[in-house]
């Protein structure tokens, strides 16, 4: 398969421009927390190795995911889409956000724009809603194959999709202790219901009889799925080689969605089985932690029972 990819040319493959962007996002954050923070304030602290490899891990996979040839895999196959989806909005959410020192944070999520946004948009119910209701939508095939062949919609939703995720997260897993409000019961339930409402979209995906995507069932929907990554003068020169994705994959369109739909299904539940056995367990060191108080009439001669 790997050698079949090479005709999309490297620009396809390996989204230099893309690159460069995280490189620069990667570099601000080297700089606004390290040589630059005391522009910011006298005592505000570097981020721990923990946050550096949480966000440096974040950018490197968001370039794997939407730079490096997995992006072009998500193009032809709905299982690379899964995989694709399952890293961009479960797991580099929690990265991006674990990563950032407490200040920097507090100086955006601050300022008089994006303050009363991120006040309503991260309140549980609506960010548990907004997220899982589009993530879902997202997948309605309509609605699928229209965001696949308009470049400036796909753009649109992928980043729209991403804000939400990180709205979704921040109750859970906020790092600043004004906002760390929710419950660790009330989170773990916010919890399984996002796997509730995920696991319905994905049983849909999994038990369909027939392919429900054209983008990767149909020969013309799926070329045209294929210009928003590949440069037009080469999908231009490779269409009439083209046949569609079975050139690439040994499972037919069927195969391929339902394994998309268990990736998707599986790869949530890890992720957000390992996020509740974090919010349990340090609920229950907490827990374990506090002190009995003492009956109100005990003196330090009362006998012991």
Same mark, same amino acid.
């Given at each position: 398969?790997?050698?079949?990819?090479?005709?999309?040319?490297?620009?396809?493959?390996?989204?230099?421009?893309?690159?460069?962007?995280?490189? !620069?996002?990667?570099?601000?954050?080297? =700089?606004?927390?390290?040589?630059?923070?005391?522009?910011?304030?006298?005592?505000? @602290?570097?981020?721990? !190795?923990?946050? #550096?490899?949480?966000?440096?891990?974040?950018?490197?996979?968001?370039?794997?995911?939407?730079?490096?040839?997995?992006?072009?895999?998500? $193009?032809?196959?709905?299982?690379? $889409? &899964?995989?694709?989806?399952?890293?961009?909005?479960?797991?580099?959410?929690?990265?991006?956000?674990?990563?950032?020192?407490?200040?920097? +944070?507090?100086?955006?999520?601050? *300022?008089?724009?994006?303050?009363?946004?991120?006040?309503?948009?991260?309140?549980?119910?609506? @960010?548990?809603?907004?997220?899982?209701?589009?993530?879902?939508?997202? $997948?309605?095939?309509?609605?699928?194959?229209?965001?696949?062949?308009? #470049?400036?919609? $796909?753009?649109?939703?992928?980043?729209?999709?991403?804000?939400?995720?990180?709205? &979704?997260?921040?109750? !859970?897993? *906020?790092?600043?202790?004004?906002?760390? *409000?929710? #419950?660790?019961? +009330?989170?773990?339930?916010?919890?399984?219901? %996002?796997?509730?409402?995920?696991?319905?979209?994905?049983?849909?995906?999994?038990?369909? /009889?027939?392919?429900?995507?054209?983008?990767?069932?149909?020969?013309?929907?799926?070329?045209? /799925?294929?210009?928003?990554?590949?440069?037009?003068?080469?999908?231009?020169?490779?269409?009439?080689?083209?046949?569609?994705?079975?050139?690439? /994959?040994?499972?037919?369109?069927?195969?391929?969605?339902?394994?998309?739909?268990?990736?998707?299904?599986?790869? #949530?539940?890890?992720?957000?089985? =390992? =996020?509740?056995?974090?919010?349990?367990? %340090?609920?229950? *060191?907490?827990? %374990?932690?506090?002190?009995?108080?003492?009956?109100?009439?005990?003196?330090?001669?009362?006998? @012991?029972?």
């Amino acid at each position: 398969m790997w050698l079949d990819l090479q005709i999309f040319g490297f620009r396809a493959l390996w989204s230099p421009y893309f690159l460069t962007f995280i490189i !620069i996002v990667s570099l601000a954050y080297f =700089i606004i927390t390290g040589p630059k923070r005391k522009d910011f304030g006298e005592d505000l @602290a570097k981020p721990t !190795i923990l946050q #550096q490899i949480f966000f440096y891990s974040g950018m490197f996979l968001i370039y794997a995911v939407k730079g490096s040839p997995v992006d072009l895999l998500s $193009h032809i196959m709905m299982s690379a $889409h &899964m995989v694709q989806m399952g890293i961009l909005y479960f797991i580099t959410p929690i990265l991006i956000i674990r990563g950032l020192p407490d200040w920097v +944070l507090r100086a955006f999520i601050n *300022t008089p724009v994006i303050k009363p946004i991120v006040n309503i948009a991260t309140k549980p119910l609506i @960010a548990l809603a907004v997220f899982n209701i589009s993530f879902a939508l997202y $997948h309605v095939p309509m609605i699928f194959d229209f965001t696949k062949a308009n #470049q400036p919609v $796909h753009i649109a939703a992928t980043l729209f999709l991403f804000i939400a995720a990180l709205f &979704m997260w921040w109750p !859970i897993i *906020t790092p600043l202790e004004e906002r760390n *409000t929710l #419950q660790p019961l +009330l989170k773990m339930g916010f919890l399984l219901g %996002s796997i509730f409402i995920v696991a319905i979209a994905c049983a849909l995906i999994i038990f369909a /009889s027939n392919p429900l995507f054209e983008a990767y069932s149909s020969t013309g929907a799926w070329i045209q /799925s294929l210009s928003l990554c590949v440069p037009t003068d080469v999908l231009s020169g490779l269409s009439g080689e083209l046949s569609g994705p079975e050139m690439f /994959s040994p499972l037919d369109a069927l195969e391929d969605q339902q394994l998309g739909g268990v990736i998707m299904m599986y790869l #949530q539940e890890v992720v957000y089985g =390992i =996020i509740l056995a974090w919010i349990f367990f %340090s609920w229950f *060191t907490n827990r %374990s932690l506090e002190i009995d108080p003492l009956p109100e009439n005990y003196t330090a001669d009362s006998p @012991a029972e």
